[in-house]
Structures are given as C-alpha cells and as structure tokens.
C-alpha cells in the first residue's frame, strides 16, 4: 500500500503529502509538526480553507461561523462532539466569517452555522442552520455514501 493521501495542515498551510495508512495514524505536519488529524476542530483562514477543500484526501466538513452569532456558539460542542466521533475518517474545522468575510463570498454562505462537506476537491453537501452531533454524523455517513457510488 504506497498510495499517497495529500492533507492540509490548519496550522501552516502546508499540503502534506503522507502514506494512505499514516493518516488515520495521529500524522503530523512535516513542517511546524502540528496534528494533522487529532479529532480536534482545527481554525482556519480563508487560505487554508481553500487550500485544503481543493487539496486534501480525507473528507473535511467545515463550520461556517461568527462570533456574533448565537446559534454558532450554542453549536461548537455539538461540531466538537461530531468531531471526536467522526475522526480519524474524516477532518472537521471551523472558519469564523467575520474574520474572513472572503469565505462567505467563495461558497456563497447565505446563512451561518452552514456546514459544508470537501472531499477531493469538490464540494459534496452542505446543510444549514444548528443541529446536534448525531445530525452531522449522518449527514456526512449519506453524503460520503453517495460519493463513493
Ligand atoms: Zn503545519
């Protein structure tokens, strides 16, 4: 098994290439050596955000949200959980919008939370509004169903 999976890490940026059967192994980034898939919701920029959806080999599900938005904040332990729960098959991050109102441009987020699913450079689906963990779980279980079909 020599395939390679390529995974960017939310610290530096950097596109990580690793081994296929490394990356639900605890990776590390080969740069600033930071946790590539550590169950943990990873922040991002807008550059990092897009620099992973069109990049990386796991599934990314990615929380749009604000600081201003209460809705977002009753939702974070919710995406945490999700995260814990869907890791090491699939990565969960968070961009929060008022700092990068770009994002909110580029995927045309219409209204936040929205919670948009990357896999290998595509967008596969997108939900909106606060919901618990088990929803998001389901979610990405249906939609990397379909994508594999
Ligand atoms: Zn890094």
């Given at each position: 098994m020599s395939a390679k999976i390529k995974l960017t890490c939310p610290e530096c940026g950097q596109v990580n290439q690793l081994p296929a059967d490394k990356a639900q192994a605890a990776p590390k980034c080969g740069?600033?050596?930071?946790?590539?898939?550590?169950?943990k919701v990873a922040a991002l920029d807008f550059k990092t955000l897009e620099k992973a959806a069109r990049n990386d080999d796991l599934p990314l599900l990615v929380d749009f949200w604000a600081p201003w938005c209460g809705p977002c904040r009753a939702m974070a332990p919710e995406f945490e959980k999700a995260a814990r729960s869907l890791t090491p098959r699939v990565r969960l991050a968070k961009i929060d919008t008022q700092a990068n109102p770009d994002a909110t441009v580029r995927f045309n987020?219409?209204?936040?939370?929205a919670f948009i699913l990357f896999h290998k450079g595509r967008e596969i689906g997108r939900l909106a509004g606060a919901r618990p963990a088990a929803d998001l779980e389901r979610f990405v279980a249906e939609r990397m169903a379909l994508a594999k079909g």
């Open positions: 740069v600033c050596g930071h946790a590539l898939n550590d169950g987020i219409r209204g936040i939370p």
